[in-house]
């Protein structure tokens, strides 16, 4: 029976358990100092007043927190971090779930198709966003060019209106949805490479012996594809959560937070209160209405992670 | 002068005793077999000798100094895993040099050294190769030149023949014990497949659940079992128990014999034995059966060499002897080798 | 299967694989048109944006490399990237090994504390952290960035090498130590040379992800000269609110696509080590 070898040897390059906290004592102590301390003092600040003028701990209670949710911008971030952050995902996974099966399919030039669609996560995320910047111009937008040309938009009757542009990021409700787009184009990478992962780990006996068994396609992706790979499929939902209810970069190069606060999100108001604006407590109070969900999407990974024990 | 000296050696991994208090003397040279059914304890006691697991209490001597607490690079002992635990990056000649190089020999030496292992094995041809070229059968060549290579105090080996084709493996078992002999090196076999451990040992261990249940040449372990696990264990099939009062009778099935075959004398016990099932292996016929009272009925094989030609079919009853000089006698509630209720 | 039907699979299929690559590629495609388009017929409303209906120009990349600080901004993610890679190495390699070899029951726990902190994320932690940057003098300075980056690093990269460090047999370890050498030599001279793979994948990916890092960089430094590409693009080729579209285009295609290029290279690896972390 093997067990935990742990040998007393003459020197301690022989002792296995005084190596074993030795070395993973440099990453314990790194991530407590730069992980765990800034986080409790996120949490001073919150219950502060600092400001970069006046940075000194000066404990206040929960006045910050009372500021922070009677301010109309910060209902606005938060209500935004939410729905890009769940319409975008949902829509993930939904995609990347057609695009991972076609990518299971064999066929010619494969790998210049794999390259072009792990583009979007495989570039730096703020040079990407200034790639859509253009896209949706408010002046020079191709999209509005194709919708000029094909004539949705631009003459007097036509489907989008009569005006020559749509403002995609002028607009409160098309700044949303280009949020949202540029989000669903930089996550559907990773998700579809985690969803291949799923789809590959299905064994093919699984599949044949349905299709002895006279299941047609739809049955089988019904009954054995999907309940097989939904441990899967949850991660790659709840990563793609993470990421994008964490994000500032794409809100930031993509709009600021505007038109006038509408796509603000929790994390660039953060951003605005707190760096640019100085007032470090409330800044720190905004972020820390983050973190209730992200434990509790915490949970629900582990939670998984112990159950996918599947396949 | 004795090699290698095992000292009441226990090994608990939380509650479970894996090793328990178990005391083995080796005699210089000697080819000792530890056997016994996976979970016995064999292996982690294997590795306590290694050095790569560490006893719970007990003492291991090794050519007289106490090696129990010093790690395995010190203690003059080589090993083959199952495995093989070739380095996969590492060339043949590298993977049998390593041992070498690690205690800084020079190369000159290394590579006379390497030869005469290599040469020994016949794998003299395959020094340029990587693991993976190489075939089952010549991995297996490779590891124990490795081992052999520093010409270890003592050589430990754990289930080497498992993995391979059990056409190779008689062949593999007869080279083994041919070149153990030449070098004389005491060697400690770890194996579960009894037929290799009565080929093979000059002595064997029997284990079970961590303890020794006897110790001794094949002969004494096949003819005389100290208990009912090794009488079952050892020898396939494994040895009719039949229940008399508060002891258990015990014969092997090649002793259990048509009547007629053994020459009738009062040193002889006849039993009806009513046939059920009979299996033809060519050079033996197995046959199955009952014996004793309808109520009580236990259930024997004997085991028919093939030149015996004798028609014997299912569902008759024929009368079968066995001399008392060949059963073996064993108190009900221990299991253990006793002289009460002899016949 | 019929000739029609395979026919119309096929079809199918191109269609839906062409519609992803040109939705993932159109702001990449983009990237390289306005690159080198002239102003004048980038600016144009009225033109084919997908052609170029003037001759292209070089003009944009020369203002982009030899005007504005771009090479500083590659030079200055290049050492960022390094040395982040040096700390994760450092840390992550003998974090990974010690979980995967030695700890049992708190080895798991460490395992799922270390990928737990990734959900404390930089937009919660960047404003103590500035306030500690300025407090050590670090304001401005790239080392901020180097100390700060391997807290995304070290997680992640750790949990990979841990499922690395499991595929290889233990009987390699206890072998390489019968055979002479101590445990840490066993580790050092045997294990480390067969989990290179590994090793490479997290470098590749330490650096990429260095590379991508916006926020805290954003954060600590606003000196045009110290900043990293990630950030340098998008806030110095802005003059005022006019957009300097061709230098900028140039700018994210020049510092995307290698990167790009070699992060794709290392998919397959990435993938592996990651699925063998998450499913398993």
């Not at chain 2, 014997?312 to 024929?318: C, D, K, R, S």
Request: aromatic share 12%; net charge neutral; charged share 15%.
């Amino acid at each position: 029976m093997r067990g935990e070898t742990s040998i007393t040897g003459s020197g301690i390059r022989d002792r296995a358990d005084l190596l074993a906290r030795f070395m993973i004592a440099p990453a314990v102590l790194y991530i407590t100092a730069m992980i765990g301390f800034p986080f409790i003092f996120a949490i001073l600040y919150s219950l502060s007043d600092a400001t970069t003028g006046d940075p000194s701990l000066h404990l206040i209670g929960f006045g910050n927190f009372r500021a922070v949710l009677a301010d109309p911008v910060f209902r606005i971030s938060l209500k935004n971090t939410f729905i890009f952050a769940f319409v975008s995902q949902t829509l993930v996974i939904l995609l990347s779930r057609i695009l991972a099966t076609a990518l299971m399919a064999e066929f010619r030039g494969k790998w210049i198709i794999r390259f072009l669609v792990m583009l979007p996560w495989t570039a730096p995320i703020s040079l990407g966003t200034i790639g859509w910047l253009w896209m949706f111009d408010s002046i020079f937008s191709p999209i509005d060019w194709i919708f000029r040309y094909t004539g949705l938009l631009g003459t007097p009757g036509a489907l989008l209106g009569p005006m020559q542009n749509l403002y995609w990021l002028g607009e409160p409700a098309l700044a949303m949805i280009s949020v949202i787009t540029v989000h669903i184009w930089r996550l559907l990478p990773l998700a579809t490479v985690i969803q291949l992962a799923g789809l590959s780990s299905i064994p093919r006996d699984l599949l044949e012996a349905a299709e002895v068994d006279g299941a047609r396609a739809w049955r089988r992706t019904l009954e054995i594809t999907i309940p097989l790979t939904l441990p899967i499929i949850s991660i790659a939902f709840l990563f793609g959560l993470v990421f994008t209810f964490t994000d500032m970069t794409v809100v930031y190069v993509l709009t600021r937070g505007g038109p006038i606060h509408m796509t603000q999100v929790l994390s660039t108001w953060t951003f605005f209160k707190g760096i640019e604006g100085g007032d470090l407590a409330q800044g720190a109070a905004v972020s820390l209405f983050m973190f209730p969900v992200l434990a509790g999407i915490a949970a629900l990974v582990l939670r998984l992670a112990r159950r996918s024990e599947v396949v | 002068m004795a090699n290698l000296e095992i000292q009441h050696l226990s090994k608990l991994f939380g509650e479970v005793k894996a090793v328990d208090d178990v005391n083995i003397l080796t005699t210089e040279g000697e080819f000792l077999v530890l056997l016994g059914p996976s979970g016995c304890g064999k292996t982690t006691l294997l590795r306590m000798i290694a050095g790569i697991e560490a006893p719970t209490s007990g003492d291991i001597i090794i050519n007289g100094q106490a090696v129990t607490h010093l790690p395995p690079r010190v203690r003059n002992i080589a090993m083959v895993f199952q495995s093989y635990a070739l380095y996969p990056h590492m060339t043949v000649f590298k993977n049998i040099a390593f041992p070498l190089r690690t205690r800084g020999v020079d190369r000159a030496k290394i590579r006379q050294k390497v030869e005469w292992a290599s040469g020994m094995f016949g794998i003299g041809h395959l020094l340029d190769r990587k693991p993976r070229e190489l075939s089952g059968g010549e991995r297996q060549r490779v590891a124990l030149a490795r081992a052999i290579v520093r010409e270890p105090s003592v050589f430990l080996l754990d289930e080497p023949l498992s993995n391979l084709d059990a056409i190779l493996r008689a062949s593999a078992r007869e080279e083994l014990r041919q070149f153990q002999k030449r070098l004389g090196v005491t060697t400690v076999y770890v194996t579960h497949d009894q037929v290799e451990a009565m080929g093979l040992g000059d002595r064997i261990v029997v284990m079970s659940q961590g303890k020794v249940r006897q110790a001794g040449t094949p002969s004494e372990i096949y003819q005389w079992p100290a208990d009912t696990f090794v009488a079952t264990f050892v020898g396939s099939p494994p040895m009719n128990l039949i229940e008399q009062g508060d002891v258990l009778l015990g014969f092997r099935p090649e002793t259990f014999l048509p009547a007629g075959f053994i020459r009738d004398s009062p040193e002889v016990v006849t039993y009806p034995f009513q046939v059920t099932w009979i299996e033809y292996l060519g050079a033996e016929r197995l046959v199955y059966g009952d014996i004793g009272e309808k109520c009580c009925a236990r259930h024997v094989v004997s085991r028919l060499p093939g030149n015996i030609s004798l028609t014997i079919e299912a569902g008759q009853t024929y009368p079968f002897t066995v001399l008392k000089q060949d059963i073996r006698y064993f108190d009900r509630s221990s299991g253990l080798l006793t002289d009460k209720g002899r016949i | 299967m019929t000739g029609a039907r395979t026919v119309v699979r096929r079809g199918g299929l191109y269609s839906i694989l062409s519609i992803f690559a040109i939705f993932s590629t159109f702001p990449f495609y983009w990237m390289v048109i306005a690159t080198f388009k002239r102003d004048h017929d980038l600016f144009s409303p009225t033109n084919n944006p997908f052609l170029f209906n003037e001759p292209p120009t070089m003009d944009h990349l020369r203002l982009l490399i030899f005007e504005t600080h771009f090479l500083t901004y590659l030079l200055n993610t290049f050492l960022v990237g390094m040395a982040v890679v040096a700390i994760t190495l450092a840390v992550a390699v003998p974090a990974a090994y010690s979980l995967a070899r030695w700890a049992r029951g708190w080895g798991e726990m460490f395992g799922i504390g270390i990928f737990l902190t990734y959900l404390v994320p930089p937009t919660i932690l960047f404003i103590p952290l500035s306030r500690f940057a300025s407090v050590l003098g670090l304001q401005e300075s790239l080392w901020s960035l180097i100390l700060i980056y391997p807290t995304f690093t070290i997680p992640f990269c750790t949990w990979l090498l841990m499922g690395f460090f499991k595929t290889i047999p233990r009987d390699i370890e206890e072998q390489a130590m019968i055979d002479g050498l101590s445990r840490l030599g066993a580790m050092v001279k045997v294990v480390l040379p067969l989990a290179v793979s590994g090793i490479l994948t997290i470098i590749v990916f330490a650096f990429t992800l260095s590379m991508h890092e916006f926020i805290y960089a954003l954060t600590f430094i606003s000196v045009s000269a110290h900043k990293t590409v990630s950030i340098g693009v998008p806030t110095e080729l802005v003059r005022g609110d006019v957009f300097q579209w061709g230098p900028l285009m140039a700018g994210a295609l020049l510092a995307s696509i290698p990167v790009a290029v070699v992060y794709t290279f290392f998919l397959d690896r990435f993938i592996a080590g990651f699925t063998m972390g998450a499913v398993k």
